[in-house]
């Protein structure tokens, strides 16, 4: 069982960059497997990033492929968000999420997980 923090969004301006930040507690976090999840106001939370649970495996969304990436650090029990050229778009409460064992089955799917953080509104101004 883990519980899982989000932290460091912000305000940023078009074209910058932001790292949010998962900190999770409890044990056995490295082999939980690790998604990022956004939502916009009025729609669905959707699938940004995953990773697994070694670090060897990174998933992208196709909107964000090539400006995000998806890290880990297994002694600090963290996994961050490194997001570059942002767009107005990519405006949304960012949810990390946690799961065991996906194997990279399903890791764009907000079922497949069953641990959630509280979330860390990113806003991106034209």
């Known amino acids: 069982q883990v519980q899982l923090v989000e932290s460091w969004g912000g305000l940023v301006q078009a074209g910058g960059s932001l790292r949010v930040s998962c900190a999770a507690s409890?044990?056995?976090?490295?082999?939980?497997?690790m998604g990022w999840f956004r939502q916009a106001p009025g729609k669905e939370r959707n699938f940004v990033a995953a990773i697994s649970w070694s670090g060897r495996n990174t998933y992208y969304a196709d909107s964000v492929q090539g400006r995000f990436a998806i890290s880990r650090d297994n002694i600090k029990n963290t996994v961050y968000l490194q997001m570059n050229n942002l767009k107005p778009e990519d405006t949304a409460v960012y949810y990390c999420?946690?799961?065991?064992?996906?194997?990279?089955?399903?890791?764009?799917?907000?079922?497949?997980?069953?641990?959630w953080g509280q979330g860390t509104q990113v806003t991106v101004s034209r």
């Open positions: 999420a946690g799961k065991k064992y996906l194997n990279g089955q399903n890791y764009y799917s907000v079922e497949a997980y069953d641990h």
């Open positions: 409890g044990r056995l976090f490295s082999i939980y497997d």
